[in-house]
């Protein structure tokens, strides 16, 4: 035997072992990959059934909503006016006001009107501003959607000034809204 046949015998031993690892690679990737599918199989078919199950809690039936009284129908709609007004006029007050400042011809009566509400009115310090957007119909189909009640259990004096406080008053205090900055209530009638 000469260098050559052992090198040959040593040749064929390594592709004899390396044929081997490849093939327990190739039965391991093979359970390992029928794992993985099946793994995800059950994943895809859990997550088809939840959302299913979403779409049919979410369903509306037309029949359902067509039976909604119009009384309650138009509390809804003040509500998620109300509700929508908070969220949306923050964000559109200040860029409504520089493009009317910077944008159009009525620029000179939105810095008046601006100059008045900062240097000239005087009534968030003495409390004399009128009110007339408490006094429009839309809060009474708001107090009647939660409901709101006020109750009033002791006289007080007009003529004096008081703090009220409102507890547990949620993020939005809609109760105290209701009952103190509008008169849907007849606050002002305590």
Same mark, same amino acid.
């Given at each position: 035997?000469?260098?050559?046949?052992?090198?040959? =015998?040593?040749? =064929?031993?390594?592709?004899?072992?390396?044929?081997?690892?490849?093939?327990?690679?190739?039965?391991?990737?093979?359970?390992? +990959?029928? =794992?993985?599918?099946?793994?995800?199989?059950?994943?895809?078919?859990?997550?088809?059934?939840? +959302?299913?199950?979403? %779409?049919? #809690?979410?369903? %509306? =039936? !037309?029949? +359902?909503?067509?039976?909604?009284?119009?009384?309650?129908?138009?509390?809804?709609?003040?509500?998620?006016?109300?509700?929508?007004? $908070?969220?949306?006029?923050?964000?559109?007050?200040?860029?409504?006001?520089?493009?009317?400042?910077?944008?159009?011809?009525?620029?000179?009566?939105? %810095?008046?009107?601006?100059? !008045?509400?900062?240097? *000239?009115?005087?009534?968030?310090?003495?409390?004399?501003?009128?009110?007339?957007?408490?006094? $429009?119909?839309? !809060?009474?189909?708001?107090?009647?959607?939660?409901? *709101?009640?006020?109750?009033?259990?002791?006289? *007080? +004096?007009?003529?004096?000034?008081?703090?009220?406080?409102?507890?547990?008053?949620? %993020? *939005?205090?809609?109760?105290?809204?209701?009952?103190? #900055?509008?008169?849907?209530?007849?606050?002002?009638?305590?």
């Amino acid at each position: 035997m000469g260098k050559e046949d052992l090198q040959t =015998e040593e040749g =064929e031993r390594e592709k004899t072992s390396k044929e081997a690892e490849r093939a327990t690679t190739t039965t391991m990737t093979k359970s390992s +990959s029928e =794992e993985k599918s099946t793994y995800y199989r059950h994943l895809f078919r859990k997550v088809g059934q939840a +959302s299913l199950f979403t %779409v049919r #809690a979410a369903s %509306v =039936e !037309w029949k +359902s909503i067509r039976d909604v009284p119009l009384k309650r129908r138009l509390q809804t709609f003040f509500v998620l006016c109300w509700l929508g007004g $908070l969220a949306l006029v923050p964000l559109l007050v200040l860029p409504l006001t520089l493009f009317i400042i910077f944008g159009t011809p009525l620029s000179l009566f939105m %810095v008046g009107y601006l100059s !008045w509400i900062f240097f *000239i009115d005087k009534s968030a310090q003495t409390g004399t501003r009128r009110r007339f957007l408490s006094w $429009l119909p839309a !809060w009474k189909y708001v107090r009647d959607y939660f409901p *709101i009640r006020l109750i009033k259990t002791v006289d *007080i +004096s007009p003529n004096r000034s008081y703090v009220f406080g409102y507890h547990p008053h949620g %993020v *939005i205090s809609m109760g105290a809204l209701v009952n103190f #900055a509008t008169y849907a209530t007849r606050f002002d009638t305590f």
